[in-house]
């Protein structure tokens, strides 16, 4: 049996702002993956509600806020229509949701909903204040699934070479093992750690994954590298993903402390914003 087949429910996340046929790899991404994986499919495409304040509440205004607030509907409710008919061409059970929800409610119904699911596929946004980008931190962080980052041009799931971003630290383990499914099915592995972004005593060195994940069955490789003169890891990082010929990284996911915890720590969110290859994060 597959490893993949561990995998039993994936869900997708797209938010309609207004777009039409705005690209969306994450889409393609995740019905392949649920081939590969012969998986449930879920799609939930949100749009925004636009409420009007009462200081604006002419009928002029209204007016225009429920015809906007039709036509996103409407576009949210085509992406899901198109989805249920791409996944019976692939044979693909899929359930779809095209709910309209106010902005904060559109990321706690999507994270809750997330919760039941083995896996959450999303695209990447490159702006920081985006209601994708919000999506993004909302089901990292409220939902306690590992979610795969999408970069845009990855419309189909591959899954041969990984590269683990290791610093020894609690969020990178917990990374790991919910990759596991993944790491079991690649055909190569490679654990980089960049020498010198962390000197921890509690942490735990790439040498030690290895063997833990040669238990599960995974043959992997160790690599130190070295941190580039300027000091940008992430760059190292993606340097190393072209070198390897990576199809998907898994890291650790962090965030600031507690007055701006809802902003990404800085590796994640520069990866978040250029990564090279689908980016497996948990938190």
């Not at 225009?64 to 576009?75: Q, T």
């Not at 044979?91 to 997330?114: E, K, M, Y």
């Not at 509690?202 to 992997?220: K, Q």
Request: charged share 20%; with cysteine.
């Amino acid at each position: 049996m597959s490893a993949l087949q561990n995998i039993k429910n994936v869900i997708v996340g797209l938010t309609e702002e207004g777009q039409e046929n705005e690209p969306s790899g994450a889409i393609g991404y995740g019905l392949s993956l649920a081939v590969a994986a012969r998986a449930h499919l879920t799609v939930q495409a949100a749009s925004p509600r636009l409420v009007v304040t009462s200081a604006l509440g002419g009928g002029l205004v209204r007016g225009l806020v429920a015809e906007e607030n039709r036509r996103l509907d409407g576009l949210s409710r085509a992406v899901a229509d198109r989805v249920l008919h791409d996944a019976a061409l692939a044979g693909v059970a899929c359930t779809v949701a095209s709910p309209q929800l106010r902005h904060q409610d559109v990321l706690a119904a999507f994270a809750a909903r997330a919760r039941l699911h083995d896996l959450t596929i999303l695209d990447s946004e490159a702006h920081t204040i985006d209601l994708d980008r919000e999506l993004i931190e909302a089901t990292l962080f409220r939902s306690g699934r590992p979610v795969i980052v999408v970069p845009a041009g990855h419309d189909i799931f591959a899954g041969r070479r990984i590269v683990i971003a290791w610093d020894g630290g609690a969020h990178a383990a917990r990374a790991v093992n919910d990759a596991l499914p993944f790491l079991r099915a690649a055909e190569a592995v490679e654990i980089v750690s960049v020498v010198g972004e962390k000197e921890l005593p509690t942490s735990v060195a790439g040498a030690e994954l290895a063997p833990h994940l040669a238990r599960h069955g995974i043959a992997a490789t160790v690599n130190d590298l070295a941190l580039r003169p300027d000091g940008d890891i992430a760059e190292t990082l993606r340097s190393e993903i072209g070198r390897f010929e990576a199809d998907m990284m898994v890291m650790g996911a962090y965030r600031h402390g507690p007055v701006r915890q809802w902003i990404f720590g800085g590796l994640t969110q520069s990866l978040m914003k250029a990564c090279p290859v689908p980016l497996f994060l948990a938190h």
